[in-house]
């Protein structure tokens, strides 16, 4: 098997919560008063071109939240939509460690709108961990689409059997198996240790399997 050179991470679903999914649109919604009928037929129409870096934050609240009254602003929605991002300490945990080693190129592979995606590179430390930031709103497509695993490829100048995909996502994990990427599904961070070794990136045990617990 190639030795593996770079490694890509999604964010949401392995080293935070989701930023923007149905479990966090519920939440703030609910918080507000939101219809959510309504909002996910219009957040449906747009979502697509918000993720891709063609519409900003405040345009796609103008057309999901915004077009009608609300008793509430623009940035006390925003304000609660960050909110909902948390980290994963343990995966994050495991990302320094295969980034401080140094023998391998980290970068992020990600759907996500600009505006929430700085929020949670710059709440999660995020640029002392990766060199490269291959995310849906700065290249313009998004993920299942095999091109935007080339466009990671060709970022890092690596061939496909030289590279891992972390995606707590099936589809999107099917697109880069189709492109000869190495694969893993994430579950947890004690298991992520041990997948990673499985394809051939150095990382210590964990804790608990060190403790023999």
Known sequence: M???????????????????????????????GVPADEFEERHELVFGTFERGH???????DRTVFSRSQNFSHEQFKAAMFAQSKP??????????????????CA???????????YRIEQFGLKEIFTVFVSSCYVGMRKPDEA???????????????????DDRALNLESAKQLGIHIIEFKSADRL????????????????AVNGD
Do not use: H
Request: aromatic content about 6%; hydrophobic content about 45%; proline content about 3%.
């Open 2 to 32: 190639a030795e593996i050179r770079a490694v890509f991470w999604d964010i949401g679903g392995v080293l935070a919560s989701n930023g923007w999914d149905r479990e966090q649109r519920r939440a703030v919604l609910q918080q507000f």
């Open 55 to 61: 519409m900003t934050l405040d345009e796609y609240l």
């Open 88 to 105: 994963n300490p343990e995966a994050l945990a495991v990302a320094r460690e295969v980034s401080a080693s140094k023998k391998y190129i």
């Open 108 to 118: 992020t592979l990600n759907n996500e709108s600009r505006e929430l995606n700085l």
């Open 148 to 166: 935007m695993f080339r466009l990671g490829l060709d970022l890092l100048q690596v061939p496909a059997a030289e590279a891992c995909m972390i």
């Open 193 to 208: 240790r041990e997948q990673l070794r499985e394809v051939g990136v150095e990382v210590r045990p964990a804790m608990s």
